[in-house]
């Protein structure tokens, strides 16, 4: 018997109604309102340099598109200049260039960790990175959450019951959903110890933290066993993501990379505009110093307001726990002229469901403290600051 159009659909539309009936159905929804939702953090998605770079580029006959992948007449001039700007920048022996943060994960995850090898991830890292793992040839683990014992406890349990290959720990410098940061320095002690890899994504750290925004694992680039994901849809303004690493795991990857083989080349235009955004970051670091007094002046008015300090970062995570409850707060905040985002599962742990404020430049003091007395106003006690109790 042929099914009926409406059995073939059958499927998606009861998967719909169980996200729906959870509190957990996402739809698109418009810009609007002051920015506490984007990860723009230095305000260079519209800053007039990166505007004019891109029209210089243009003018000069720059093309839309790469027309092909690198590997075939896709590999471009604008390329090539921004991944040995990028290694300089960064402190690394090179560069290469990926369309975005989620493929640059995947990409590495599928390649470069062979079959025999262990993957200790964290258990709050990134879906990339998940799929990645589970998509590649190695075996993975997850770790407790910043945890360096977690992860040596599991690298050793792996080799008492006879894993033999290379390990790779996984992280993230900082957090995008709790803004805590990973225990870089301890992490890079235990891949020298087990003579492992380590692989870091600094997607919400490039650009705002280190000497000229060069992220969290600037003081360890160069590193033949660190590779580093530096995202540049965020902080950077633009899109793609920079993976710097040693020469001979970059010409691997060019060899046996599918993601990267078999893609057409990002466009020479996003490769010009990250380029000015790297250069920004050396050219006005009073994006990063404004940025840094905003998150301060953020967190101390929490505290005035009796609140405790969730995190130290640019990511300010309030949690209501109820899937509904937070969409509800995020609504009646959005209505009050804010556009803050709520946070349900699986993104983040059942019973954590959130609003995650995110502080950029395109925002000021008088923003924040709106803000505040807004959550205030809406919620009295019904929810609270991540780390309460």
Excluded at 328 to 335: D, E
Excluded at 364 to 385: C, F, I, Q, Y
């Amino acid at each position: 018997m042929t099914p009926t159009r409406a059995d073939k659909v059958a499927t998606y539309h009861a998967a719909l109604r169980a996200l729906n009936e959870q509190d957990r159905l996402r739809r698109l929804a418009p810009r609007s309102g002051i920015d506490f939702g984007s990860n723009d953090y230095l305000a260079l998605a519209s800053a007039p340099r990166m505007k004019k770079a891109v029209a210089a580029a243009l003018e000069a006959g720059t093309p839309i598109g790469a027309g092909g992948s690198r590997l075939l007449r896709g590999n471009c001039d604008e390329h090539e200049r921004l991944e040995a700007k990028a290694a300089h920048l960064f402190g690394a022996e090179t560069a290469l260039f990926f369309s975005g943060g989620y493929v640059a994960n995947f990409a590495i995850l599928t390649t470069l960790p062979q079959r025999g090898d262990l993957l200790v991830l964290d258990s709050l890292v990134h879906a990339s990175i998940h799929e990645g793992a589970r998509s590649g040839r190695a075996e993975f683990r997850e770790s407790a959450h910043n945890d360096p014992t977690s992860v040596e406890n599991t690298i050793r349990d792996w080799r008492a019951k006879g894993g033999t290959g290379r390990v790779w720990i996984v992280a993230e410098s900082l957090y995008s959903m709790d803004g805590d940061f990973a225990p870089l320095k301890e992490f890079v002690a235990i891949a020298d110890r087990h003579d492992a890899f380590l692989l870091v994504d600094e997607a919400h750290a490039t650009g705002v933290y280190g000497e000229h925004g060069r992220g969290l694992t600037a003081p360890y680039e160069g590193r033949e066993n660190l590779v580093v994901v530096h995202t540049c849809g965020k902080a950077l303004g633009a899109a793609g993501a920079l993976v710097t690493a040693s020469r001979v795991l970059r010409d691997f990857m060019v060899n046996r990379c599918r993601p990267f083989i078999f893609a057409t080349a990002p466009s020479p235009l996003l490769a010009v505009a990250v380029q000015e955004a790297l250069s920004i970051l050396k050219e006005e670091p009073e994006r990063q110093q404004r940025l840094a007094s905003l998150v301060a002046f953020t967190h101390r008015e929490i505290r005035l307001r009796g609140g405790r300090s969730p995190s130290v970062s640019q990511i300010v995570p309030y949690i209501v726990g109820d899937n509904a409850c937070a969409m509800k707060l995020a609504s009646m905040l959005q209505a009050r002229g804010f556009d803050v985002r709520g946070i349900r599962p699986p993104t983040v742990p059942a019973g954590t469901a959130r609003l995650r404020i995110s502080l950029t430049l395109n925002v000021g003091e008088n923003d924040v403290r709106a803000l505040l007395d807004a959550l205030m106003e809406e919620t009295g006690s019904e929810a609270r600051w991540l780390g309460d109790s």
